[in-house]
């Protein structure tokens, strides 16, 4: 255990924003799951959920919980499932 201070004050903020990181992952990976499931299923509502994970990813990339570059990697393979799936 830390003994001065500020480390103390360091450990709880870092194990507060793990949580909240944590948290914002979970999200996505059911979010991109329920998208899969909706194209796997050629639902009517696909550009919908589509429209919600790609906002959400957005949104934790700009807190730099993932990188730019994954968020934008999950969003194409997304809308390229999605495209392929309403065309057949």
């Known amino acids: 255990m830390a003994n ?3 480390s103390i004050k360091r450990i709880k903020t870092n ?3 793990r949580d909240r990181n944590v948290e914002y992952r ?3 990976k059911t979010l991109i ?3 899969n499931v909706a194209i796997g299923a050629k639902s009517a509502d696909v550009e919908s959920v589509l429209k919600e994970t790609i906002k959400a990813v957005d ?5 730099g919980v993932i990188h730019k ?9 997304l809308t ?3 495209s392929v799936s309403s065309s057949n």
């Open 4 to 6: 001065i201070k500020s």
């Open 15 to 17: 194990e507060r924003d």
């Open 69 to 77: 570059n994954k968020a934008a990697r999950i969003k194409s393979r």
């Open 80 to 82: 390229k499932k999605a």
């Open 33 to 35: 799951k329920k998208t």
């Open 59 to 63: 949104t934790i990339s700009r807190k």
């Open 26 to 28: 979970s999200k996505i």
